[in-house]
């Protein structure tokens, strides 16, 4: 009996869509930085730098981010039930979070946390979402509006304003819309993420309620991306979820649909726990069984992620044994985000043919490159754009990986790189040094020198 020995699936019989899937913070760039780690590991010698600081994603705690007690304590005896009904259980553990964890154990069904649960979520912990969404918007919230998720991750693109901070202009997305509707397409909603990534802007209330009033005019779902509301850093603004601006104009379920977003991954440093939540107001019961149904293909969300999220929603507060560790160790995290956060800025906004607005929340900077054109030509030559040509020569000169612009659909005719501002204090003086050595050669390199154009066609 022969066998057909050629390999079943294959770059070239593999589904095609898979094949266009771009993921710009996980592409190239940390394949790239891959390599480089192996040499460092195989050949230190030869690397001019003797670690990868990775500045393309959102993960805290890789880059040094300590997690907060409290949520690791509640965390551990949710995991080990066992642990309080020790001695040494109230020499290690708050009393706090001792109560938290039985009153979450207590919540589920089978009493531990290796089991599944309802696709939505626990429902006490669903509830304890909704309070926290009551109390922040003052608005009421239900536990059957909420779903608990595994983290939260084509479409009409619309550009942001960079010379207005970043400001969203209602007529730019009209716009996009009518271009859209002109096409043939059904646009069915409106994705805005607040405060932005990656542009780090925060919109103002005025601006909230224009894209309000927009959606509703046009008939289009708000999705509110909403997961970086703990990350404010300019003083001179504040969260407001789109849910509180919407009621506050006095449109209720039956004038919008909106569905929020929020996870403890950004704001909390939690990437791996995968802990979210989805908030779908304005939907008929019809749909939302649907939704429900969708949710039941994964069976559940993790149930560490659902823990953390309610204790993110209902945080120790004042008079609380762990409060003022809690309340301490978040302000401590916050501060130093500002700190290296204006560092970043003025490192980026000194450097020749750059400009950077300031970061106004979540947790990454999107300055603007204005390349020699030399340097342009030199990445037309290779076949990448100029913000990947940069971002690859950066790496290869400092270790610092970056996101390239062109992942998230920059304005046409514009070069961006996101930088996150998670690595450590003492690192971020190290990339600074690093990014100005190297962007001040890499200018005198491409300054209008046809040297270079020569050089890459031998």
Wanted: aromatic fraction near 8%; include cysteine.
């Amino acid at each position: 009996m022969s066998y057909n020995k050629a390999p079943s699936i294959t770059a070239e019989t593999i589904n095609p869509r898979v094949k266009i899937i771009r993921y710009a913070p996980c592409g190239e760039i940390v394949k790239h930085a891959a390599r480089l780690e192996q040499e460092i590991e195989e050949n230190p010698a030869s690397i001019p730098f003797q670690e990868i600081i990775y500045c393309n994603l959102g993960n805290p705690q890789v880059l040094g981010q300590p997690p907060l007690t409290f949520f690791r304590e509640v965390l551990s005896l949710c995991d080990n039930p066992a642990l309080m009904d020790r001695d040494e259980a109230r020499a290690l553990f708050s009393p706090c979070s001792i109560r938290r964890a039985r009153r979450i154990l207590n919540s589920i069904p089978s009493k531990d946390t290796g089991g599944y649960t309802d696709c939505r979520g626990i429902k006490c912990l669903r509830q304890v979402v909704a309070d926290g969404i009551t109390a922040r918007d003052g608005f009421p919230s239900t536990a059957d509006d909420i779903f608990l998720t595994d983290g939260a991750t084509s479409a009409v693109p619309y550009n942001l304003t960079e010379d207005n901070g970043w400001g969203l202009e209602i007529f730019e997305v009209k716009r996009c819309l009518e271009e859209a509707r002109s096409a043939g397409l059904t646009v069915r909603a409106m994705v805005v993420i607040n405060p932005g990534n990656p542009t780090g802007q925060v919109l103002s209330v005025t601006n909230q309620e224009e894209i309000v009033e927009f959606c509703r005019k046009e008939g289009l779902v708000i999705l509110a991306d909403e997961v970086y509301q703990e990350n404010i850093y300019a003083e001179n603004k504040k969260f407001h979820s789109f849910k509180k601006v919407a009621r506050s104009l006095a449109y209720d379920e039956n004038d919008l649909t909106l569905v929020s977003l929020h996870f403890v991954s950004m704001s909390y440093g939690e990437s791996g726990r995968r802990g979210g939540y989805m908030e779908v107001s304005g939907v008929a019961a019809n749909v939302k069984d649907q939704i429900y149904k969708v949710a039941s293909l994964t069976l559940c969300p993790n149930i560490a992620g659902q823990i953390l999220v309610s204790l993110a929603m209902d945080p120790p507060k004042l008079g609380d044994e762990s409060f003022e560790s809690f309340d301490k160790e978040k302000e401590q995290i916050r501060s130093s985000f500002c700190k290296r956060a204006k560092t970043l800025e003025k490192a980026f906004s000194g450097l020749e043919g750059v400009t950077c607005n300031k970061l106004e929340g979540a947790l990454y900077l999107f300055p603007r490159l204005h390349l020699p054109s030399a340097a342009i030509r030199a990445a037309d030559f290779e076949g990448v754009s100029p913000d990947i040509f940069y971002a690859h020569r950066l790496l290869d000169a400092t270790g610092i990986a970056v996101v390239p612009g062109s992942g998230f659909h920059q304005a046409s005719g514009t070069i961006h790189i996101r930088c996150t501002i998670l690595p450590d204090e003492r690192k971020i003086e190290v990339m600074v040094a690093r990014l100005r050595a190297f962007h001040k050669a890499f200018m005198n390199e491409f300054r209008g020198s046809q040297q270079v154009m020569n050089d890459l066609r031998r």
